[in-house]
């Protein structure tokens, strides 16, 4: 691979490739600016097209520097020659190289102000400080460096995200193609099933149903109430039928029974019944002592009183 270009411009504030101290001032035609000192910014503007990129640092302050990083073999830092320029001293890998002037009797807006040549393809860092104490400016405007070990790494960057790029299409891809079929898979299965929805209808199904009486629900509602009411009625009515139906007066009225059928008087029964009714009396001792028997009762009384007695019972 041969050697190229490529630049690193004042503008690259916020960069690694270019480090600025304070007493800068920074104008970009895009209207950036990061200014100490509104006359020389109001010097400046009308001159950021004859620069490159539209863009210009400048610093008048004493001992104010700008550090660039690159990787190269040569450098060449352009800025203006101009009445308002000074002196600088300029340092490559922390060592000087000496002291340049940036002042001409006439402007020249892009012009060469250090060159560099012979260093090793690798890392380097120049520093330009301004060595003027009597308010002379260091411009810088951009730098270009020349280099074959810079594109290599970027070739080779390039090639790593170019595959990662691919590899990222044919992931995104894939993905693509399973949502694809899977998509397909439940289109397939919602028709099998007879629930093939459309987006108006899918919309129709997530509005919530809202009630509204009418005639025919005022009836129903009506006819529901009478309903239940009259099973209520007929229930109680069931009830106190039954209650009255087994009530304590009733239960003593009726005669004891065993299980099963009607219990018969025994004799005996009759006549204890007929001696506490006083139809017969009790049996009593005879004149002599003995006690009495059924003959002597019947010797006792008169034909007509047994027949009364025996009637009664």
């Not at 800068?24 to 035609?29: E, V």
């Not at 004859?50 to 302050?61: R, V, Y």
């Not at 104490?133 to 074959?148: E, I, N, P, R, T």
């Not at 028997?293 to 010797?299: D, F, V």
Request: overall charge negative; glycine content about 6%; some cysteine.
């Amino acid at each position: 691979m041969s050697a190229q270009n490529y630049t690193i411009d004042d503008s690259y504030w916020a960069t690694p490739s270019l480090a600025l101290s304070a007493g800068w001032n920074m104008l970009h035609a895009n209207g950036t600016d990061e200014s100490i000192n509104a006359t020389q910014v109001a010097v400046v503007e009308p001159l950021l097209p004859e620069f490159w990129n539209g863009s210009l640092s400048w610093t008048s302050t004493e001992g104010a520097s700008t550090t660039l990083t690159f990787t190269g073999t040569d450098v060449w830092a352009y800025g203006p020659l101009w009445p308002a320029g000074g002196d600088f001293t300029a340092t490559l890998d922390n060592e000087t190289l000496g002291t340049y002037s940036t002042y001409a009797s006439s402007a020249t807006y892009s012009a060469v102000i250090l060159a560099v040549s012979g260093l090793a393809d690798t890392t380097h860092t120049l520093e330009l400080a301004n060595t003027d104490d009597d308010g002379a400016w260091l411009a810088f405007d951009v730098l270009v460096v020349q280099s074959v070990a810079a594109f290599e790494n970027a070739t080779t960057l390039a090639a790593a995200a170019e595959s990662a790029a691919a590899s990222v299409a044919a992931a995104a891809a894939a993905a693509a193609a399973e949502s694809s079929a899977l998509a397909a898979s439940e289109a397939a299965a919602a028709a099998a099933a007879g629930m093939t929805w459309t987006a108006s209808e899918l919309e129709l199904l997530a509005v919530a149903y809202v009630f509204h009486w009418n005639a025919a629900a005022v009836l129903t509602a009506a006819v529901a109430a009478l309903m239940g009411v009259c099973a209520v009625l007929f229930a109680g009515a069931l009830v106190v039928r039954r209650a009255r139906a087994r009530s304590p007066t009733q239960r003593q009225a009726e005669p004891a029974r065993a299980p099963g059928a009607a219990r018969r008087n025994r004799p005996a029964t009759r006549v204890l019944d007929a001696i506490r009714g006083r139809k017969i009396s009790a049996p009593r001792s005879v004149s002599d002592g003995s006690a009495a028997t059924p003959n002597s009762i019947r010797k006792e009384h008169s034909d007509a009183e047994l027949g009364d007695s025996f009637g009664a019972w």
